[in-house]
């Protein structure tokens, strides 16, 4: 049955090749370095036919073809469809440089013959030759990622970007490009990346090489590193060169059988000697933008495109047991370099260093998990405010300020009972001062005063000192002269006191000898009141008997002459009212009254 | 932000403290200097716009009007409390020589009140001395005789005292040799002008006394008693 199904196939093969238009194309390059091989390719979209090669110019030294058939069946929706190739492969060593044409090959059916293309080719001598291929490497390196295609194995770095803000990702490629064999690559030397924090990204050791055609070279490549570089500071920051060493195999084509000239039997026969190549990646320059000022408060270094989202394990607590606030940061860009939020927690609440987390899904990009481990150590409700989080977003070229919700803690719980027999002495806690600022202004009544001249720099000021002084003075001296007088007065009744009263003493003598007995007395009485008030210096109008006395005794008199003047003070008195008979004789009266006084005037001064 | 020409001193005042609230603190520093250069003066004015500097980042100016407040209500805690804070914000430090007990006393005792206050209060003082010695002389025989003699000497000395006070007023708050550095740095010499040698950078925000004054150029004294001329553009008088 299978017999069957392979000849049927074979049968229909046939006929559809014959159906088909048959195509030859060639692949050649164009430029090649003299004495090193290159390969010429013909393919032909059919396998039944004859192809005769083209005559290569007789410097060259063909070797080949190795030829290779190609069978593929398809069934498309129950359609079979037959693609049958053969390939053949000259392997070209050209001696001379200089410009050469490659004539057409044909391949002849038994229906038709095809030709292929004219080819020209042009064949550099060795040194210009790498001269040509390092000006053209310098290009293709400009250009993007092309790799030189002059030589036979390069390696590039290729950057996702070249004009970032700073802390924006870069991934980097270190790629391979080899059109010769190699059996491997030692002492892989990476630049520093000075001016960037570079962070490898686990890249499969390489082991086989992919196909790419580039520029209509066929190149195998791999990827021998692959990594994501953050740039840190701003400018034109240059990439130094990577270097490698690859190890290259070289046939060794020295004694050679004629019969053995076909390139099938290299890998047999002709011997393979390892040659170590250095290759080295042309510098690269990236244009690193600063972030914009002014930065937001809240920004701590995260550049990229992010979402926020928080979460708290539980909002309602027992005292002292541990709750957790999770903040996770979610997008892509520089995750690692991104600062955790600043959350200003409520007092009364433990809190702790949070926890970091990353987790990368992919290049640059994943999550970072920030878990606050908050102990209430009071109870009531606390409020946790809201995250705010700004990040840089290169996409938008601005900050983006993200947000999320706030959380009402309830912490419920006697203090202190978890602790079994509680101590007596209760710690008390100082108020703690968690901020400096100046104390506010004040908004009182707006009493302005205005600028006034000061006083002490005035003369008049000091006038008023000389005028109140001058015043004083004034008012002293007109007193001192009032009390001048007044004294004098006093002084001068005093002094005739004495005088005064013998003058009426001896008016009551006279007034006795005339026989008016009646008015002596009196008289005796007023030489008495008069010289008593002069003396004394008591007025007339208010002159008794006590206040004479008093006075008296003030100045040291004698009780007896007190005695002495109440007494004729009384004789005087009574007379008045008694018969003369009865009472003293004025003269007596007089006698002693005259007495009297002379005592007294010894004693008051 | 709008000042209207009519607006009363009052009005203007009470607009810079909302302006101050409303957290617009250089608007409300301009105000508050505009009303102390027109020559208006209150504790809270100065008070104020020390904090409306302050906040606007001005530690210089805050110092100096926090200065000036000081000389108008020595005892007052808050200015004393954020004279100390803005500063702890400037970049000098200089270790001061502190004044004698009695002067500080003194100064403090001066600048309980006003000059003029204190120079009415001197000249009462002087009129009930001069009336008690009147008592004195002139009632010969009065019981407080003796007592009206203490009463006039004490009240003489007190007047005398209180114009000695009047005077040191004066030349604090009118005469004031202080002065705040003004430019964020400044070089002292040892000469005025700009060839003498440099013996210290000073920076924004210290306090200096004025010596004396050559030209465009100041001799100053630091709080630790070195001297040096400083240009007289970089400071400003307290």
């Known amino acids: 049955m299978k017999r069957i199904t392979t000849v049927l196939v074979f049968l229909l093969a046939c006929l559809a090749a014959v159906a088909q238009e048959v195509t030859l194309t060639v692949d050649a390059p164009e430029s090649a370095v003299a004495g090193e091989r290159f390969r010429i390719i013909y393919t032909i979209n059919s396998t039944d036919g004859q192809f005769t090669r083209p005559k290569f110019d007789p410097s060259f030294s063909v070797q080949g073809p190795q030829q290779s058939t190609n069978r593929n069946v398809q069934w498309i929706n129950g359609d079979m469809k037959v693609v049958s190739s053969t390939t053949l492969i000259y392997y070209v060593t050209a001696g001379t440089p200089g410009t050469y044409t490659i004539p057409a090959a044909q391949f002849e059916t038994k229906r038709v013959t095809v030709s292929s293309q004219e080819k020209q080719i042009v064949i550099y001598d060795g040194d210009s030759s790498q001269q040509a291929t390092g000006r053209q490497q ?161 920004f701590h270094g995260a550049v990229g495109s992010f979402t926020i989202e928080s979460s708290v394990s539980a909002t309602d607590a027992k005292l002292n047991d541990a709750v957790t606030l999770t903040v996770t940061l979610k997008g892509s860009g520089n995750l690692n370099l991104a600062g955790e939020p600043v959350i200003s927690f409520p007092q009364g609440i433990e809190k702790y260093d949070p926890k970091v987390t990353v987790r990368s899904s992919g290049i640059s990009a994943g999550s970072k998990v920030f878990e606050y481990l908050l102990i209430p150590r009071n109870t009531g409700t606390f409020e946790i405010p809201p995250v705010s989080y700004s990040v840089f977003d290169p996409g938008q070229e601005k900050y983006v300020t993200l947000r999320t919700g706030g959380f009402t803690l309830n912490v419920t719980g006697t203090p202190g009972q978890e602790e079994g027999a509680a101590p007596v002495y209760i710690p008390g806690e100082d108020v703690k001062y968690i901020g400096q600022d100046i104390r506010f202004i004040r908004n009182g009544n707006g009493r302005l005063t205005t600028l006034s001249s000061p006083l002490v720099a005035s003369l008049h000021y000091w006038l008023w000192f000389a005028l109140a002084l001058f015043i004083a003075l004034l008012v002293l001296v007109i007193r001192k002269q009032q009390i001048r007088r007044n004294a004098d007065k006093a002084g001068m009744r005093n002094r005739r006191a004495a005088k005064n009263a013998r003058k009426r003493l001896s008016r009551a003598t006279a007034l006795l000898k005339s026989g008016k007995k009646e008015e002596v007395n009196a008289e005796v009485a007023r030489a008495l009141w008069g010289y008593l008030g002069d003396k004394l210096r008591i007025d007339q109008s208010d002159l008794t008997r006590e206040k004479c006395y008093t006075a008296l005794r003030e100045r040291k008199a004698d009780e007896e002459m007190i005695t002495e003047l109440d007494r004729i003070l009384t004789a005087t008195e009574y007379s008045q009212y008694a018969p003369v008979s009865e009472v003293e004789s004025p003269a007596a009266l007089c006698e002693r009254a005259a007495l009297l006084i002379g005592k007294l005037d010894n004693v008051l001064d | 932000m709008v000042t209207l020409a009519g607006q009363s001193p009052e009005e203007r005042y009470a607009q810079a403290g909302e302006l101050y609230g409303s957290g617009d603190y250089s608007g409300a520093a301009s105000l508050y200097r505009k009303l102390w250069e027109e020559g208006y003066r209150s504790r809270d004015l100065l008070y104020n716009a020390g904090n409306a500097f302050f906040k606007s980042g001005d530690n210089a100016s805050a110092i100096l009007f926090y200065e000036r407040a000081k000389l108008l209500a020595p005892a007052d805690e808050d200015i004393d409390y954020n004279l100390q804070i803005a500063r702890s914000r400037i970049t000098d430090r200089i270790e001061s020589v502190p004044q004698l007990f009695f002067v500080r006393w003194f100064d403090f005792l001066a600048l309980l009140t006003s000059t003029n206050t204190w120079a009415v209060a001197a000249l009462v003082m002087f009129l009930a001395a001069l009336v008690l010695a009147l008592l004195f002389l002139t009632k010969a025989r009065a019981r407080g005789r003796l007592l009206s003699f203490w009463l006039a000497i004490a009240a003489l000395l007190f007047s005398f005292l209180m114009i000695l006070l009047a005077l040191r007023n004066n030349n604090l708050v009118n005469h004031n040799k202080k002065a705040v550095i003004t430019c964020s740095i400044v070089t002292g010499r040892s000469a005025p002008g700009e060839t003498g040698n440099e013996l210290f950078v000073l920076h924004s925000g210290t306090t200096v006394t004025v010596e004396q004054e050559l030209g465009a150029f100041r001799e100053v004294r630091l709080p630790d008693g070195n001297k040096g001329w400083i240009r007289s553009d970089c400071m400003e008088k307290i």
């Open chain 1, 138 to 298: 310098g290009q293709t390196s400009a250009a993007g990622d092309a790799p030189a295609s002059g030589s036979e194995v390069s390696m590039r770095i290729l950057l996702s970007d070249r004009d970032v803000y700073a802390g924006q990702p870069i991934t980097g490629t270190l790629k391979l490009y080899t059109r010769i064999n190699l059996s491997g690559i030692q002492e892989l030397k990476l630049p520093d990346f000075k001016g960037f924090l570079k962070e490898d990204i686990e890249t499969p050791p390489l082991r086989s090489l992919d196909n790419e055609v580039i520029d209509g070279v066929q190149y195998g490549t791999g990827v021998i590193q692959r990594f994501v570089l953050y740039p840190q500071i701003a400018g034109e920051i240059r990439i130094e060169p990577a270097e490698m060493t690859a190890l290259v195999q070289e046939r060794t084509t020295a004694a050679r059988d004629p019969f053995f000239n076909d390139p099938f039997f290299d890998s047999f026969f002709s011997s393979v000697s390892t040659v170590p190549r250095k290759i080295t990646t042309q510098p690269l320059t990236v244009r690193v933008r600063p972030l914009p000022e002014p930065r937001p408060a809240d």
